[in-house]
């Protein structure tokens, strides 16, 4: 509530009609009863007010202080040099002698314009701000719960969930606390989310039902979440006639099996009218799809994408299709080119609501990784890029992450070479047609909704990142560390401030620091994920290996001698990841298997290089401990204590990752640390 003081202390007028204008009203009207301010809906006479949200459609205009309003927004626009669209989603701010306009073509812009406002606290009001224009970037800014209706016996209620239960479901049911569900609503709409998935991409029998006898289930979650526009898809089983339709095959040809798809899609519909579609993991990790009948990619997403068209709806199509029961011996088959073998021959096949949905990428959500090379190889194709919000890989929600500095890497990345268009780019799509971006849910039934306290500024910066993916990273914390820990609710603000940017900024390179090195991924305990386990995957089905011996590490994806991943890249990124001479040192044990002794761009060796990363890491986590500690008493004692909390448990994880990698590589290689410190 803090973050609304300003806001709330002002004269406010909201005019227009409608769901998304009673929201803003709705939140315009708390703030006020909180601090003091007024507000009025539509008055047809006129009032003194400090801001007006409008939207510039031309029906009746009672009141001069709307009509003033929206003339000086259409001059602002004017002045900016675009007076053209400001499309569904966006809105200006500008300034109208002493009055804040927000100005929007439809009422999600409204909204929007609301959260903006209370962003900039008291800045929205200063007289010399100049005239603001927002658009979103990306269409859909879409968040995917893996979350489990009934609990899984693996995988409990959601999977790679750190956050404690469901916020949607609870031991088969829905979990009832709507409340929790409008709040959660709210907070994505602020951080820009348009869209939800409500369920496991894995779908089991439970959740399968969503789709028809527990349908409104769903809806209730959707009747919840739509004044703050957001609309709600569903992760489907693609073998769903079968097992809830009772037909003798799921083959996406089969006429009878379309039809089912078209009436259960109807069905939908009518109870939710603007549902946004299915969700859909097939041919992976053991989920039915198309293959079982000889059918490829195309085949399924198309069937269910020929169900949505007429309703509005898409088909989020997952490319996360690999084999999972690779032998080790075999050394002819990469993990990491199987999206690319299996999607990029599809290009062109897609209907128009089809949206391939591509994991950054090519391995696994690792906390470094080439870009995924499907993202520039299906240019007649919609592509969405999936990231993980859900710390997975990334210390689980115990580990101070902020993966924003990351993210922004990915999206800035420029497949076709650095004067090409960049990932943003692809998943915005000409005139917005793209994808847009995805990512897996890290909230819960958790106290304080991400377990890790600061992990909601992942969950903050993913919004705030598909709405505009060219912004700094750690101007978005800022923004979240001022929403966060207002400054009026601290002794000493700037301290508080400059000591979580000390902590989090660059936590994402600190953990990679002291976790698998130079890219080669995984290295983490098989099952769940957590914590060192340098050879846990070496010798297992799922295609994670690392190939460390006595004289090197590392995988050989060349074209000249390895797997050939490299010529999956346009031929710019081609040459620069095949050759030693131009390979990155963060990925070069992704691309290459190299000597300890091979000498990094970096002037140091593969060796010594892990020996000081190690080290250096576990030093900058202890820093992190010291310096949150400083913060003891100036903020909210439930989070100082949780936080706290959980910076003991990431030294002694990372302290562990330290000692056992450090030891795996000065067992294997006999090479000593030219500093000579402790290793086991
Ligand atoms: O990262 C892996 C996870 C699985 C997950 C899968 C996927 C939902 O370990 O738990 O399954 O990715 O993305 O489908």
Redesign the pocket.
Known sequence: PEAFRSLGARRVLVHGDGLLVDTVLHEVSRACARYGGRVWHSPSWDVDVDLVFALRGADELPSSVVRAARSAGESALAEIGDGGSLGDEGFLLARDGDVTVVLADAPAGLLYGLFHVVRLCAAAFDPERPPERHRPALHRRMLDH?DNVAVHPV?GQV??GYAGGSIFWRDGRPCGDLARIREYGRLLAASGVNAISVN???VARTEALLLTDRLGDVAEIADVLRPYHIRVHLSVTFAAPVVLGGLSTADPLDEGVRAWWAATTRTVYDRIPDFGGYVV?AD??G?PGPFTYGRDHADGANMLAEALAPLGGVVHW?A?VYNHHQDWRDRSTDRARAAYDHFAPLDGRFRTNVVVQV?FGPV??QTREPVSPVIAAMPATRIAV?L?VTQ??TGQQRHVCHLGPWWSEVLRFAPWGPDGRAVADVAAGESGAGGGLVA?ANVGDDLFWTGHPLAQANLYTFGRLAWDPRRDPTAVLDEWITLTFPPSATADPDLVRRTLHEIMDDSWRTYERYTAPLGVGFMVNPGD?YGPGVDGYEYTRWGTYHFADRDGVGVDRTRASGTGFTGQYPPYWAQVYESLETCPDELLLFFHHVPYGHVLHSGSTVIQHIYDTHFAGVEEVTAMRRRWRTLNGMIDPAVYERVAERLDEQVRCATEWRDQINTYFYRKSGMLDERGRDIY
């Open positions: 893996w995988m999977e790679r496991n991409v894995n993991k992976s990790e989920q997952r996360f994991k696994d959500f999936e993980q997975e890989y897996v994920h």
